[in-house]
């Protein structure tokens, strides 16, 4: 494979969603980072790529980081190889890494170690769990699961949840449909 390098990030198509969601017109960043409509009206449009210094400026006047824009950001292409050396913990929360970059419509996480069992979680969209090491105890629906190495539990959306890690060094992969694809209303057809 030789030294195969990684495909850029779109960031412009996360900065224009996060100023959308902010309800923010192109002049009132401008006049909150410094840099001029035009230029960023490139960036979204990826016709320019920002420096770090220019990002971190675009950043602020979004209220957020330059982090979280590049974690928001598409890959150019639509396969993107995301090395285990690579893998960013998740703000505050170390033992849990995102496998997945940019806005997908699929979402996955590696939780390992322990995990807040008194954690309830719920999500809008399916989702599959992983043992890929150790073990769980799954409480859904009033009902507890044990699930060791290599087993899969399969949620549908809507369904309450939580779960704890019953030996150390348990390793979790969690994939779930992203919370922005609106639900199949009805799968039980």
């Not at 974690?71 to 090395?83: F, G, I, K, L, Q």
């Not at 979402?107 to 170690?113: L, Q």
């Not at 190495?149 to 060094?169: E, K, M, N």
């Amino acid at each position: 494979m030789g030294d195969h390098k990684e495909q850029p990030l779109r960031v412009g198509a996360a900065v224009r969603r996060r100023r959308r969601t902010l309800e923010l017109t192109l002049a009132v960043v401008a006049e909150r980072s410094g840099l001029s409509v035009p230029f960023l009206s490139q960036i979204e449009n990826e016709r320019a790529r920002p420096s770090r210094s220019s990002l971190e400026k675009v950043a602020d006047a979004l209220r957020t980081t330059a982090v979280e824009l590049l974690a928001a950001a598409d890959p150019a292409c639509s396969v993107d190889v995301v090395r285990a050396d690579a893998l960013e913990p998740v703000p505050d929360e170390p033992l849990v890494r995102s496998l997945v970059r940019g806005h997908q419509q699929l979402h996955a996480m590696e939780f390992t170690g322990d995990h807040d069992a008194g954690r309830e979680f719920q999500h809008r969209n399916d989702e599959l769990m992983y043992v890929a090491d150790g073990a769980v105890e799954i409480e859904a629906e009033g009902r507890a699961h044990r699930l060791g190495r290599g087993d899969t539990l399969y949620l549908t959306g809507g369904v309450r949840h939580r779960w704890r890690a019953t030996v150390p060094d348990t390793r979790v992969i969690v994939v779930a449909v992203a919370e922005h694809i609106e639900p199949v209303q009805d799968g039980r057809r």
